[in-house]
C-alpha cells in the first residue's frame, strides 16, 4: 500500500513540493491549456513533476535524467535565448539567492521582459531564514562531514530582501510599460523546513525513510505557512494594454 501511494508521486520531494504547490495553485487559476511556461534554474525536473504540464526549463546544467515533460535549455539567467514576451509565464524557484547581487536584479528584469501573462517568483528571504540557511548548513557539515554547496551560496552572498526585490519588479514594469498586480505570499514554515530537513540530512535509514514516507501528510503541511516563514512567493499578474 505504502508503495503503491508513493509511486504516484514519482520524483516528488516534500519540501521541494511545498515551494512548488502554490505555484501550481496559481498557474491552474491563471492558465489556459495553450499557454506556455517558462522555468529559469529548473534543474533536470523543476516544476514538471508537481504541474505534469510541458515547461520550458533554462539552467546551466541538467542531469543525466531529465524529466520527459521538460525541454532543457543551456542558458544563462541575466541572458536568456528569446524573444520579448516568448512565454505566457516565466517562473524560478530558489534561484536568485544563488546569484552575485549584481546579477539577481538582471535577472528579474530577464523575467520580465520575456514573460507575457505573468511572473512568479520563489525566494528563502528575510532574518529567520537567514539563521535557518546558518543552522542547517552546520547540521549538514555534522552529518556529512562537508559543506553542501547550495547552503554555502546562500550564506556567501546573503538572502534577497523582500523590498528590494518589490522595488525591481515595480522599476522594471514601469519601465517597460506594463501594468500588473504584485502580491506577495509567506511559503514553508521555517520550525517545519528545518525538522523535515533534519531528517533528510541525518544519513540515518530510518530518519530518511520518515522523510520520504511523510508524503502522506502533504495535504496538511502544505498549509503550515505562517510565521516565521523560510520563503516569499511573488506572483506578478501583468493586466492586458
Known amino acids: 500500500m505504502i508503495l503503491r501511494f508513493l509511486s504516484k508521486f514519482k520524483d516528488w520531494d516534500i519540501t521541494v513540493g511545498l515551494r512548488y504547490l502554490p505555484v501550481v495553485a496559481f498557474l491552474k487559476r491563471q492558465r489556459k491549456e495553450q499557454d506556455s511556461i517558462l522555468e529559469i534554474g529548473s534543474g533536470s525536473f523543476g516544476i514538471c513533476p ?18 520527459p ?25 530558489d534561484l536568485l539567492e544563488h546569484l552575485p547581487v549584481k546579477k539577481r536584479k538582471l535577472m528579474v528584469k530577464e523575467m520580465i521582459r520575456v514573460g507575457r ?20 548548513n ?3 557539515f555534522q552529518t556529512h562531514k ?3 554547496n547550495f547552503l554555502t551560496e546562500h550564506l556567501k552572498y ?15 514594469l514601469s519601465r517597460r510599460n506594463k501594468k500588473a498586480k504584485i502580491k506577495i505570499y509567506n511559503n514553508t514554515n521555517i520550525l517545519l523546513l528545518i525538522f523535515l530537513l533534519i531528517l ?24 503550515l505557512n505562517f510565521p516565521p516563514v523560510y520563503r516569499k512567493l511573488f506572483f506578478v499578474k501583468i493586466e492586458k494594454k
Open 69 to 93: 515533460l521538460l525541454k532543457p535549455v543551456y542558458a544563462r539567467t541575466e541572458k536568456l535565448p528569446f524573444k520579448n514576451n516568448s512565454f505566457d509565464f516565466v517562473l524560478s524557484m
Open 158 to 172: 546573503s538572502l534577497p530582501k523582500k523590498k528590494e526585490m518589490k522595488s525591481w519588479f515595480v522599476d522594471e
Open 138 to 140: 552546520w547540521y549538514y
Open 50 to 67: 508537481y504541474l505534469q504540464k510541458k515547461v520550458t526549463g533554462v539552467d546551466i546544467a541538467f542531469g543525466k535524467r531529465v524529466h
Open 146 to 148: 562537508e559543506k553542501l
Open 117 to 136: 501573462k505573468g511572473i512568479i517568483l520563489g525566494v528563502p528571504s528575510g532574518f529567520w531564514a537567514g539563521l535557518a540557511d546558518k543552522f542547517l
Open 200 to 223: 533528510g540530512f541525518s544519513e540515518n535509514k530510518l530518519l530518511c525513510r520518515i522523510y520520504r514516507y511523510s508524503l502522506f501528510l502533504f495535504p496538511t503541511l502544505r498549509l
